[in-house]
């Protein structure tokens, strides 16, 4: 907390350290006085590099990602390195119980998280062999109009991706020249100062560009619940509705293809209720840390009995 006012209220924080003895609490709770918490959940979106690699395919036994190595090499200091690319250690690792120091709380965490990299194995094996049916004509006669709003959103929103591609380099390179000046001036710029310049950035480009912005990836295109039906309906054929996914927003296609039951949880949040209160947390606990109701955990309870 020193940290974070030292500018705005001109805090010595270097003096606090010393004076509250935070080294040796580091050292005690975080096993050095330079290192940070290491949880399951800290470690969960933790950073880690791998090998510069791309996707490849989906292993039809298993649902995994298959990916091949690019083999790109660079020299530094007389020594050939491997380029390297941004990940995280969930996503690495297969099993989350390996990322686990062995508390109740990341037991219950890498259950849920072993339960959804599973899920995620089930739908790409799932994926792997449905082949795109037929559309049927009398369903393409009966949701026409839909398929005609589809049709030129898509048209308006393939128009706009250009420009939104300018927009995104531009916003790149102004990030580049501030990490330079930050560089040059021996200043510190943290995540957050980036993240905020380059979507100020990003914001200008747009204008510049005359891109139509609509959600997180520049998409213009919003599906409407009769829209939605046809998709359901098969009347849009595979290759324009992967076509039609890419420029919506993830948040729209979940909310659409959700139940609308505003009572409805999902299995996967179920089991980690069930998890929890068999490891012996009261209702009022799995409900503030679930955001589910206690009279639905109770009901939940008394399923599991």
């Known amino acids: 907390m020193v940290i974070i006012d030292a500018q705005k209220h001109k805090l010595d924080y270097t003096r606090s350290e010393e004076e509250n003895g ?3 609490l580091k050292a005690r709770y975080q096993g050095g006085p330079n290192r940070g918490a290491s949880t399951l959940i800290s470690k969960a979106s933790s950073e880690k590099r791998v090998d510069e690699r791309k996707y490849s395919k989906v292993n039809p036994e298993t649902g995994e990602k298959v990916w091949v190595e690019s083999g790109r090499t660079y020299e530094k200091n007389g020594k050939v390195h491997k380029y390297q690319t941004k990940s995280t250690w969930m996503a690495e690792e297969k099993d989350a119980r390996n990322l686990s120091s062995g508390t109740p ?3 219950i965490y890498a259950d849920y998280a072993n339960f959804m ?3 995620a194995n089930k739908a790409r094996k799932e994926a792997y062999f449905i082949k795109p049916e037929k559309i049927d004509s009398s ?7 839909e398929i005609d709003t589809l049709e030129k959103k898509l048209g308006e929103a393939l128009k706009n991706a250009p420009k939104e591609r300018s927009a995104q380099l531009y916003s790149a390179s102004i990030v580049q020249q501030k ?3 930050y560089k040059e001036e021996g200043k510190e710029y943290t995540k957050d100062d980036i993240s905020k310049e380059a979507q100020r950035a990003l914001t200008s480009g747009r204008i510049m560009y005359n891109a139509k912005m609509s959600g997180e990836k520049g998409s213009s295109i919003k599906i409407t619940d ?3 039906k046809a998709i359901e309906a098969g009347a849009i054929s595979s290759n324009k509705l992967k076509q039609i996914i890419r420029y919506t927003d993830d948040d729209i296609i979940k909310k659409l293809s959700m139940p609308h039951d505003p009572n409805y949880i999902s299995d996967s949040k179920k089991n980690v209720i069930k998890a929890m209160l068999d490891r012996g947390y009261t209702l009022k606990e799995v409900s503030d ?3 589910v109701s206690v009279s639905t955990i109770s009901n939940i309870s008394k399923d599991n009995r």
């Open 139 to 145: 369903k393409k006669q009966l949701y026409s109009e």
């Open 289 to 291: 840390q679930t955001g």
């Open 117 to 119: 990299k599973s899920l």
């Open 179 to 181: 990490k330079r000046k």
């Open 22 to 24: 935070i080294k040796a």
């Open 105 to 107: 709380q990341e037991e």
């Open 226 to 228: 009769k829209e939605w």
